[in-house]
């Protein structure tokens, strides 16, 4: 008999779709190979961060000390000290931080403790792609869908009727990826509010909480709560790729209840041992270092928000909400006859822009743009993509609408 390697697979690992940035990171990279441009945009802060950051890195190179599993005793208290001062979190860094690989890892740590098959996770949709993560513990997302009509508004009635028996946790993702929607206070006090009704844990993502525009302001989730069992319930994700413009760096926190953050460190313990001792380092050089350079990373975001805005201004057939946070524009294309995949794929073959399908985000008819970028990437890219539009659509540039108080932008006849 001969024998494949496939056949040593599970079918859910063969069934598992690939991140959505990288596959198309991938695919771009093989045209640049073949000699085809493709544009560089970014959706995450592409500079790195101040002088003493490096430094610190640079000292613990030499250090031959091992890094304890819950992470440096001085990194977990300065992210508690940044915690309550500008999330509004007191955490004890003794028994409710874990240090991880970013939020990505946090979420795989999270999802594996406290998870089993066969249960489900209610989330409002569009969102980041969690059902890979929740693939692999045997977990099921159940999307509570929003609309760009609304400026991507989180619908707490959907939410509310998702729930299920089998029901086990709640996620909130604010900014949130891929829509750019800020949640209200309200928002959130109707989630925790849910979460009590239906005795559910909330895993609050805030990856982008220092990455907001237009003067809007980052609530956090475990900030609202009026009771010890309350905060038990809340389990938050943070990342420094976003936040502190160390996207190689790759550190992250898990904020948690103590009975949590003990079982937590175990799966990180079984599956990492010990977060990098060296980025550690430069992590905590980023949070107790100066603080004005942080305000960069919303400032460059949103000019180049605001130049793509621009740009495509007269596309037809393009719908979407403002993004009031997060480096992304989620555009609907449903009015150009196409779904999202086949859009991303003209886009990136035949224009050069690289895009996500809105499948990966539990909207098909959407695709995901990175906004980042130096001016004149962000402005061709804005010409290209409405020359496509325009090639697709019924050949002709409109008339489009200034922004509305809802954030909504579109073809004049096309909104309400």
Not at 313 to 335: D, K, Q, T, W, Y
Request: charged share 20%; hydrophobic share 40%; with cysteine.
């Amino acid at each position: 008999m001969i024998w494949h390697p496939e056949s040593a697979i599970p079918a859910k690992i063969s069934a598992l779709s690939r991140v959505a940035s990288r596959l198309t990171a991938d695919d771009a990279a093989a045209l640049r190979a073949a000699g085809r441009p493709v544009l560089q945009l970014e959706g995450s802060p592409y500079w790195s961060p101040p002088r003493h950051v490096h430094e610190a890195a640079a000292r613990a190179l030499s250090k031959p000390d091992a890094a304890p599993s819950q992470g440096l005793w001085d990194l977990r208290r300065s992210f508690a000290a940044k915690l309550h001062r500008d999330n509004g979190i007191d955490a004890d860094p003794r028994s409710e931080i874990l240090v991880t690989n970013a939020a990505n890892h946090g979420l795989s740590i999270v999802f594996a403790g406290l998870l089993q098959p066969g249960d489900e996770v209610v989330m409002p949709s569009p969102c980041y792609q969690y059902n890979g993560i929740l693939e692999l513990v045997g977990a099921k997302a159940v999307h509570a869908s929003s609309s760009v009509e609304t400026g991507w508004r989180w619908n707490l009635e959907l939410i509310d009727r998702a729930v299920t028996s089998r029901t086990r946790l709640l996620i909130l993702n604010t900014p949130t990826n891929p829509t750019g929607y800020v949640a209200s206070r309200q928002d959130l006090l109707d989630a925790i509010a849910i979460a009590e009704k239906h005795n559910l844990l909330v895993v609050s993502d805030e990856a982008y909480d220092n990455m907001l525009f237009d003067g809007y302001k980052h609530i956090s989730t475990g900030s609202l709560t009026q009771s010890s069992q309350q905060s038990q319930r809340i389990v938050t994700i943070y990342s420094m790729t976003k936040s502190y413009a160390m996207r190689g760096w790759r550190v992250g926190f898990i904020v948690a209840a103590p009975p949590l953050i003990a079982q937590f460190r175990k799966i990180l313990e079984w599956n990492c041992l010990a977060v990098n001792l060296v980025v550690q380092h430069a992590a905590q050089a980023a949070l107790d270092g100066p603080q004005d350079w942080l305000k960069e990373i919303s400032s460059r975001f949103q000019r180049a928000r605001d130049l793509m805005i621009e740009g495509l201004r007269g596309a037809p057939g393009l719908r979407f909400a403002v993004p009031r946070g997060a480096p992304f524009l989620f555009i609907n294309v449903e009015e150009l006859g196409i779904v999202g995949e086949q859009f991303s794929k003209v886009l990136l073959t035949e224009f050069g822009v690289p895009s996500e399908s809105g499948g990966y985000f539990a909207d098909p008819m959407c695709i995901r743009l990175e906004v980042g970028g130096d001016d004149d990437v962000v402005i061709e890219a804005a010409n290209r993509i409405r020359e496509a539009a325009v090639r697709i659509g019924n050949g002709t540039e409109q008339d489009v609408r200034p922004l509305t108080e809802s954030g909504l932008i579109g073809p004049t006849d096309r909104l309400l």
